[in-house]
Nanobody, 124 residues
Framework: QVQLAESGGGLVQAGDSLRLSCAAS????????MGWFRQAPGKEREFVAA????????LYADSVKGRFTFSRENAKNTVYLQMNSLKFEDTAVYYC?????????????????WGRGTQVTVSS
């Protein structure tokens, strides 16, 4: 059974940093590309970042480029999203997702497995 467990969310002030983690189990992690998505209240889920199986290719949404860093540690079956210079508009539930494709994807439909999410709240 595939499980994705996010952690690291919380309440911070604008300008602060957070690091989200997502631990995966039940799959061959090195054969899995990963993604982060987020959903704010009243809005649709949106793409944040994606990373290829090897970690050599990373995609970011324009809204987070230069502030967020996506990385993976295959030895620990874990991915990380380092979020710096957080803004009020980054407030959302952040979801980790896994795909069997080699490259990361912006399209949420390419992800077969999803975590339950972790809340990030940024106060202005």
């Amino acid at each position: 059974q595939v499980q994705l467990a996010e952690s690291g969310g919380g309440l911070v002030q604008a300008g602060d940093s957070l690091r989200l983690s997502c631990a995966a189990s039940g799959l061959t992690f090195t054969m899995t590309s990963m993604g982060w998505f987020r959903q704010a209240p009243g809005k649709e889920r949106e793409f944040v970042a994606a990373i290829s199986r090897s970690g050599g290719s990373i995609l970011y949404a324009d809204s987070v480029k230069g502030r967020f860093t996506f990385s993976r540690e295959n030895a620990k079956n874990t991915v990380y999203l380092q979020m710096n210079s957080l803004k009020f508009e980054d407030t959302a539930v952040y979801y980790c997702a896994a795909s069997t494709t080699e490259s990361g994807n912006l399209d949420s439909r390419r992800y077969a497995y999803w975590g339950r999410g972790t809340q990030v709240t940024v106060s202005s």
